[in-house]
C-alpha cells in the first residue's frame, strides 16, 4: 500500500495541549474531571471519572485546518492504561453537527499505533447510533477529540504522541469487502 500524508498533531510540542477544550459530565451535573495536559515530553489525557449525578463520561477536542478529501485514514500513536477510549471526529453537514466515533482499546503501559479507516467510523449522537448519518469525509471533519465513557468510577491517562490524517492507496473500502 502506498501513502501520502497530509497533517500531522503532534502531541510532543509543547504548546499542542493549549489547543484543546475539554468537555466533561458537569455540563449534565455530573462529577468526572478530565483535561489535556504537557508533561514536558508529550500530551496526557488524564482524569478521573464519577457516576455520581449521572456523570461518567471525560473528553477532549479541538478545531483542525480542512483536510483533503484524498484523507481516508488516520494513524494515532498512544500509550495506553488499559481502558477504551473513542477516536471522535465531527463534521458540519447542512448545518447540522455530526459526530462519528472508533473505539480502540489500550494495552496498560504499551506504545501502540492504530490505523483507523474513515469508512469505519460509526456516527452517534449522545451515545446512541444513527443510521441515516451521511458518509463521513475527510473535507468536512472540523475537529478531532478523544471521549472515555466506560461506566466505571477510575482515573485514566491516555498518553498521546501523533496523530497523523493520511491517504492510503488500495486500502479496504466497505464496497470491496466480501460479505
Known sequence: MSEQ????????????YQRWSAVNDNVMGGI????????????????????ENNGGFSSIKRYIESL???????????????????LRLTMWKNGERIQYKHDFTTIKGKQQTKTFH???????????LLSHAPDLVAEDIKQVGFLITNKQTSPFNLNLA????????NHPTPQSIPE
Do not use: W
Open 5 to 16: 500524508q497530509f497533517e500531522i498533531i503532534d502531541f510532543t510540542n509543547p504548546y499542542e
Open 68 to 86: 483533503s478529501k484524498e484523507v481516508n485514514t488516520i494513524e494515532f500513536m498512544f500509550t495506553g492504561d488499559g481502558h477504551t477510549y473513542q
Open 118 to 128: 474513515l469508512h469505519n467510523f460509526q456516527a452517534v449522537f449522545r451515545g446512541q
Open 32 to 51: 468526572s474531571i478530565g483535561q489535556l495536559y504537557y508533561d514536558g515530553k508529550t500530551c496526557r489525557f488524564l482524569g478521573a471519572l464519577s457516576l
Open 162 to 169: 501523533q496523530i497523523q490524517f493520511k491517504t492510503l492507496k
